[in-house]
């Protein structure tokens, strides 16, 4: 139970974060909004369930004779770093496909055994401090020279991953050293307990954790049934089906549900509620199976130039995607122009930064172009995509103006000047088969 030097030296670097918090006050401000929004009865009420529930697996354990105090170190850990972050991001993750493998792979993998590793045999206190120093001046520098454009692919990102390497590789170098020099009964015995101990108490952590987050997707999807009706209107036929249609399944709920919430929620009898929620259900499948053959297309004419029948490109990746991140551009755009001072701003993508077009799947902002003439009145921006095939967007008057282009090569000019652009009121399918 006695803390060991590495552990020490994450103490004494705590605490003077914590003080550094404390002490400076803009993040005191922050740290209290912070907390101001984290005083949910909900969010409290299931912080402190999971606590609990841990605390009685692990009583569970220590009566059967598989947990002592020997074992408190690793679990206290485990518990303020993984299951924290377990829990946080909950309602999000158990409603993705494949979560529960990738948790397991996590867990007993080759990752959770090098963590392990690097974490179980400490240098000396002095030099734990000094190596955890470094890493934390050096991995915000990481974060930002991955995450900043204008540090990418520079000789500094370069240092910076190798210094982060080095000192990662300090640690492991060390704990080998130290593994195969006192190997014996009592290191394998650590060294097992070590492992197994965050393993185990993650999996004993997820049943707790998933029911934790399909009481919250039901939570959400009868909310948002409620505002969608009349106040004072009766939607527990609505909640019934619901629940009797999707049962355990936090997936189903955040996937069936939110295309079908108004429906169910105006149903006058549960008949009518499970028939609102299999239509609903049948539009997802079709949707999905869509989706599944438009992936199909891509990937078979990857690469391939030439039209089909219809007058569309054969190669359209990036197509969706890059129509997707400009419509988001020309929406901020016309934000912009409303709220600040009539202009089109020249700095919008400076603005946003990387995230939405990343958040496309695109690269980043470094591809787009985009043109604001002298007085603000007029924008226009464009992007090639990998399949060479360009897509613009702009406008030529003040909102709710818009106008879109698609072409072999960039637009020549603004829109409503040059030609290959049309509002977007005005196009059809046949007019602008790529938009």
């Not at 004494?12 to 907390?35: M, N």
């Not at 049943?207 to 987050?213: D, E, G, I, K, T």
């Not at 958040?359 to 003439?373: M, S, Y």
């Not at 000019?413 to 652009?421: D, H, L, Q, T």
């Amino acid at each position: 139970m006695e803390l060991n030097a590495r552990e020490w030296a994450t103490v004494v670097w705590a605490l003077l974060f914590a003080c550094g918090i404390v002490v400076y006050r803009p993040t005191r401000q922050s740290l209290g909004a912070l907390f101001r929004a984290l005083a949910s009865w909900k969010i409290i009420a299931s912080f402190v369930l999971m606590t609990l529930y841990i605390g009685a697996a692990i009583v569970w354990a220590y009566r059967l004779g598989v947990w002592d105090f020997n074992l408190f170190t690793p679990t206290l850990t485990w518990y303020l770093t993984s299951a924290v972050v377990l829990y946080l991001n909950s309602t999000r993750s158990m409603s993705e496909k494949g979560y529960f493998p990738r948790i397991a792979r996590e867990t007993i993998g080759i990752p959770a055994f090098i963590t392990f590793l690097m974490n179980a045999w400490p240098f000396h206190f002095i030099v734990e401090l000094l190596l955890q120093g470094l890493l934390i001046v050096l991995m915000p520098m990481q974060f930002l020279a991955h995450n900043r454009k204008e540090y990418r692919d520079t000789p500094a990102r370069t240092l910076l991953d190798a210094l982060v390497a080095v000192v990662g590789i300090v640690f492991m170098v060390r704990a080998v050293i130290w593994l195969v020099s006192n190997w014996g009964d009592e290191v394998l015995s650590q060294f097992l307990a070590g492992v197994a101990t965050p393993a185990v108490l993650t999996f004993i952590l997820l049943p707790f954790l998933y029911m934790f987050a399909l009481i919250a997707a039901y939570e959400r999807a009868f909310t948002t049934m409620s505002f969608r009706v009349q106040p004072g209107a009766s939607t527990w036929r609505g909640k019934v089906a619901l629940v009797l249609k999707n049962r355990l399944s936090v997936q189903r709920v955040d996937k069936r549900a939110r295309r079908v919430w108004r429906e169910i929620a105006l149903a006058s009898t549960l008949r009518e509620a499970f028939r609102a929620y299999e239509a609903g259900a049948r539009a997802d499948d079709e949707l999905e199976k869509r989706e599944r053959e438009a992936q199909e297309r891509l990937r078979r004419y990857a690469g391939v130039d030439g039209f089909d029948d219809e007058g569309r490109r054969l190669d359209q990746r990036q197509f969706q995607a890059t129509r997707r991140a400009l419509e988001f551009l020309a929406a901020c755009q016309m934000g912009h122009y409303r709220n600040r001072g009539g202009r089109y701003p020249s700095d919008i993508l400076e603005i946003l930064g990387d995230e939405p077009f990343k958040g496309q799947g695109l690269p980043g902002t470094a591809d787009v172009v985009l043109k604001v003439d002298r007085r603000g009145q007029r924008w226009w921006a464009w992007r090639r995509t990998v399949s060479g095939w360009y897509f613009g967007i702009g406008a030529a008057a003040p909102p709710p103006d818009q106008w879109v282009y698609d072409g072999a090569s960039p637009p020549a000019g603004p829109p409503g000047e040059f030609s290959g652009w049309r509002r977007t009121h005005e196009y059809s399918d046949e007019a602008a088969v790529h938009w």
